[in-house]
């Protein structure tokens, strides 16, 4: 079985602090890819990033970090210096490239930060 | 790059009522899927396409629901007789031929039965 798991259902930060989210995930699949978007208030899911499963390397982009271990099958998000703009949910995803094309998500973290 | 295009944004409508829902996906896609979303929750796969093929559908897509992409560019989703479980966003996304692709969301449309 295919699952993400997201244990923080809400966040909530002042600005300017640094914030991770957790994401964990299962398959038996040995390649897969892992993404996480962003879904502001207007409802649009935004991919944020692609990870495959061969390649382990942390990325980073501007205040964007991610820290993907297989050894824990996470795949952690960080937001630093977090602003006001950055409130959104998040969501975790799941592609096992054997089996399917599609999207398995997690439930979502609710990022809140306050000015 | 326009985006994927989801029409309507917002449909109110009663039980029992058929409602059809459309989406155009960014020009040079093949792959084309739709999700449902409901509140707190995930989105939630429901159906894709390689150009006009349907090649899965989930358990969630009941007999009420239909999804065709005729000429392998724009989708519609119907759902027939409609429940007050079928109340949610739904989500339509679209990539282009490579696995590794990410999928590109419209804004979905939010669907209100009374």
């Known amino acids: 079985a295919q699952k993400v798991t997201q244990a923080q259902t809400e966040i909530s930060v002042v600005e300017k602090e640094d914030v991770t989210l957790d994401c964990v995930y299962e398959?038996?699949?040995?390649?897969?890819?892992l993404f996480w978007y962003k879904q502001p208030p207007s409802g649009e899911l935004v991919f944020l990033i692609r990870?495959?499963?061969?390649?382990?390397q942390n990325e980073i982009s501007g205040r964007y970090s991610w820290n993907f271990q297989k050894s824990t099958s996470s795949f952690n998000f960080t937001i630093t210096a977090s602003q006001v703009v950055d409130s959104a949910v998040y969501f975790c995803?799941?592609?096992?490239?054997?089996?399917?094309?599609?999207?398995?998500f997690g439930s979502g973290t609710r990022l809140l930060v306050r000015p | 790059d326009t985006g994927v295009s989801q029409n309507p944004r917002h449909k109110i409508t009663k039980r029992g009522q058929n409602v059809t829902f459309r989406c155009d996906p960014i020009?040079?896609?093949?792959?084309l899927y739709w999700y449902r979303q409901t509140l707190g929750q995930g989105p939630e796969f429901l159906t894709y396409?390689?150009?006009?093929?349907?090649?899965?559908k989930s358990r969630l897509l009941s007999d009420r629901f239909s999804a065709e992409r005729p000429k392998g560019s724009f989708s519609t989703l119907e759902i027939q007789r409609t429940e007050q479980g079928d109340s949610a966003m739904y989500l339509c996304?679209?990539?282009?031929?490579?696995?590794?692709?990410?999928?590109?969301f419209g804004d979905g449309t939010r669907l209100s039965i009374l």
């Open positions: 996304a679209s990539s282009q031929g490579n696995s590794n692709q990410p999928q590109h």
């Open positions: 398959t038996r699949d040995t390649t897969y890819y």
């Open positions: 990870r495959n499963s061969f390649d382990e």
């Open positions: 995803a799941l592609r096992s490239v054997d089996s399917s094309y599609k999207l398995i």
């Open positions: 020009s040079e896609h093949n792959r």
């Open positions: 396409f390689q150009n006009e093929a349907q090649l899965e």
